[in-house]
């Protein structure tokens, strides 16, 4: 299958480990030019390194807390001074969260809302005009089942998430006239170390390792019997970037192995 992607400029936020680097290095096996935002600029600096010497695109580490207003102002005038324009927008940084609704403070819940949502309302603000002047472009965000089917330990994180899908669904209907796709992805159970984390956090102090933890979630949960990986996401993720998804607007993509348990 020829996607027809050689030759474009991705940005990825969250694109130095888990499914944002499967997705950079997904789109740079198609020939695609790619910028990891992440907050250690030195990871994101390295995964870059190897992209390039990998595929021989050009690729940019760019550090950058994408929650901050002038963090993202700073990450979309550096990687457009280096490459002179974008096509690809992939908002994927976010992670997981553990509260109640009744203890979590203010600030937690103002947290999560400016890396989930207003990161990528700042960053298509910031890449839109670009991607206007080379006639397109396509911004995709990586939310999760969760915007549809909560876990019972991350409120904020459903929360947020069910936001992010509603923001893609408006920013699409605003920028489709413009030849600019946008939709967003909801991913089920997928091992990143995000979800290693996750795990060693629950079962701390518990009689079931993290691995075991891992394990029971996917067998009780997914139909599928176990986790994705990042690849598994990243492809579907290449596929909407590519001129063979040109129909694919404003609509939300479970990849979840089945997992969602309603008809959407
Ligand atoms: P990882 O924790 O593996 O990676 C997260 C990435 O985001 C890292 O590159 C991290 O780099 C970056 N990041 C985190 N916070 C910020 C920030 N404030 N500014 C800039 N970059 C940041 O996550 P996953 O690959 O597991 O998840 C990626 C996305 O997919 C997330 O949005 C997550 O919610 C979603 N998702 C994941 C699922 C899963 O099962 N793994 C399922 C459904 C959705 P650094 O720490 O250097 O900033």
């Known amino acids: 299958m020829d996607t027809q992607l050689k030759g474009k400029v991705a940005v990825i936020t969250g ?8 997705v950079a290095q997904g789109l740079a096996a198609e020939g695609v030019d790619v910028a990891i935002i992440a907050r250690d600029g030195e990871r994101a600096h390295a995964r870059a390194a190897e992209i390039n010497a990998a595929y021989g695109v ?40 553990n509260e109640t609704v009744m203890d ?3 600030a937690k819940w103002q947290y999560y809302w400016d890396l ?7 960053l298509s603000r910031g890449f839109v005009p670009a991607m206007r002047a080379r006639g397109g472009g396509v911004i995709l965000m990586n939310a999760s089942i969760c915007a549809k089917q909560p876990l019972g330990y991350e409120p904020i994180y459903n929360t ?14 605003e920028l489709i006239p413009d030849n600019i796709r946008v939709n967003a992805v909801n991913p089920g159970l997928v091992l990143t170390p995000d979800w290693v984390k996750t795990a060693t956090q629950l079962t701390e102090g518990t009689e079931q390792t993290a691995e075991q933890y891992l394990d ?21 993720f290449v596929f909407l970037c590519s001129p063979l998804a040109s129909y694919s607007v404003g609509s939300t993509y479970f990849v979840d192995g089945g997992w969602l348990n309603v008809v959407a």
């Open 104 to 106: 979590a403070t203010d």
């Open 216 to 236: 029971k979630i996917a067998k009780d949960n997914a139909p599928i019997g176990r986790f994705g990986t990042p690849e598994e996401i990243a492809n579907f």
């Open 160 to 173: 947020s998430k069910a936001a992010l899908v509603m923001f893609s669904k408006c920013l699409s209907n």
């Open 15 to 22: 694109g130095s480990v888990g499914i944002g680097l499967a």
């Open 116 to 122: 989930h949502v207003m990161a990528a309302v700042r």
């Open 58 to 97: 050009r690729t940019l580490g760019v550090a950058a807390d994408v929650s901050r207003a002038d963090e993202c102002d700073r990450a979309v005038a550096e990687i457009l001074h280096a490459f002179g324009g974008v096509d690809i927008l992939i908002n994927n940084a976010g992670t997981g969260s």
